[in-house]
């Protein structure tokens, strides 16, 4: 089995007393259009996933990381049975040290969420059972299974407290 190799990119930020908020965007191309979804895409060659999620993070919303602040807090398989081309490895990175203010791409519209408010019923499925536990701070390894519908999880898998 080939997997696709991908990340994401999680910026979050505080601003006063108001609660923590991280970036998503609604996808407008590519796989997942129409959802609201992390920054972040597939790790090109000679780059590592780390490089990656920087570079997506700039591509996609016009913001400067610093790969070597980012922060692993999760890696994931996504495992779709009908359609194993969708099949994908992910590197999830959490900072809150970027430069710029996110702007619009052709991939993405960018948006601020407050991690108490989720937008998960207007994301993939898998993102309720760890989205807001990687916000929260937990380090996980999980694998998600989608059902023929491609839209459903079927099984999933979650470890916490990987090095």
């Known amino acids: 089995m080939i997997l696709t190799v991908t990340c994401l990119c999680l910026l979050t930020r505080t601003r006063g007393d108001k609660p923590a908020e991280v970036l998503l965007g609604y996808k407008k191309t590519g796989l997942g259009t129409g959802n609201i979804?992390?920054?972040?895409?597939?790790?090109?060659?000679?780059?590592?996933?780390?490089?990656?999620?920087?570079?997506?993070?700039?591509?996609?919303?016009?913001?400067?990381?610093?790969?070597?602040?980012?922060?692993?807090?999760?890696?994931?398989?996504?495992?779709?049975?009908?359609?194993?081309?969708?099949?994908?490895?992910?590197f999830v990175y959490t900072t809150a040290d970027f430069d710029g203010e996110p702007a619009e791409s052709a991939e993405i519209t960018p948006q601020w969420f407050a991690v108490t408010k989720l937008p998960l019923a207007a994301m993939w499925d898998d993102a309720r059972y760890w989205l807001p536990r990687v916000l929260a701070g937990e380090r996980l390894r999980a694998t998600f299974t989608y059902a023929d519908d491609c839209k459903t999880v079927a099984q999933q898998a979650i470890a916490t407290g990987f090095p």
């Open 37 to 90: 979804v992390g920054l972040g895409g597939h790790v090109e060659a000679g780059e590592t996933p780390r490089q990656a999620a920087a570079r997506e993070a700039e591509e996609e919303a016009g913001v400067v990381v610093d790969p070597a602040g980012l922060r692993e807090v999760a890696e994931i398989l996504f495992q779709f049975p009908v359609r194993p081309a969708w099949d994908q490895q992910v």
